[in-house]
């Protein structure tokens, strides 16, 4: 596609349930990263893929996170037993090589209540 | 580890001045550093990046960065800022040594003042 895409747009979800945000990247962009953002704050790196394989979870805030990416294409990134400090915008980009810039999607905004 | 830095919360400055936002990062290998902006209500945008080569990089909408090596920085600037230049920068790395992962700062406010 033209850009990356993510979906929803904004998610509403009831504390406790699991919820599933999905980043579609640029076309044959290989590196694909997960950036979660609060409240116009900084962006903390969650996780990236490489292909289909993730080098680096230490992002991820606890063991109710998870993401995959099929294909060396689509990703998603779960969150089970969602908390209301999960509430923030979840980013997604992606890039070609090392030494080109990550493209961004317009984000998730997800709101536990 | 990869690291980088935004000393700044906030930079105010007059319209018409010159602007500086300030960027400091750690690697272990050589750095590939970008800046981004971001707008309210909207997604990152690419300004500009150092990859090698000279270390002044000019990028998008007036912005350049200068690149120091023994300082370990990667500066923002603009000579003239603009009302419309108000926005939230972010800085970010990625390390030679360290495959892609890329790492980006806590951002800097920027608020230009008519």
């Known amino acids: 596609g033209a850009g990356v895409s993510q979906s929803p747009s904004n998610k509403v979800t009831e504390k406790g349930k699991d919820v599933e945000l999905r980043c579609d990247p640029i076309s044959g962009h290989t590196a694909l990263y997960w950036y979660r953002q609060s409240l116009g704050q900084g962006l903390e790196f969650l996780i990236y893929f490489q292909g289909n394989s993730a080098p680096d979870k230490s992002g991820l805030p606890s063991d109710r996170f998870s993401a995959e990416r099929t294909g060396g294409s689509v990703s998603t990134l779960t969150i089970q037993r969602t908390q209301q400090e999960d509430s923030a915008v979840y980013l997604c980009?992606?890039?070609?090589?090392?030494?080109?810039?990550?493209?961004f999607g317009q984000g998730t905004r997800l709101t536990v209540v | 580890a990869q690291s980088v830095a935004q000393p700044e919360d906030q930079v105010n400055v007059a319209e018409g001045n010159p602007l500086t936002v300030k960027c400091t990062y750690s690697?272990?290998?050589?750095?590939?550093l970008f800046w981004y902006v971001q707008y309210p209500n909207r997604g990152l945008q690419f300004l500009l990046k150092?990859?090698?080569?000279?270390?002044l990089v000019k990028g998008s909408y007036g912005f350049e960065a200068e690149f120091n090596k023994s300082q370990t920085s990667f500066h923002l600037k603009k000579p003239s800022a603009l009302v419309s230049d108000s926005a939230l920068y972010f800085c970010?790395?990625?390390?030679?040594?360290?495959?892609?992962?890329?790492?980006f700062g806590t951002g800097t406010r920027l608020q230009v003042f008519p």
């Open positions: 150092y990859i090698t080569g000279d270390n």
């Open positions: 980009a992606s890039s070609l090589l090392r030494d080109t810039e990550a493209f």
């Open positions: 690697v272990s290998g050589n750095p590939y």
């Open positions: 970010a790395v990625r390390d030679s040594y360290n495959t892609d992962k890329l790492i």
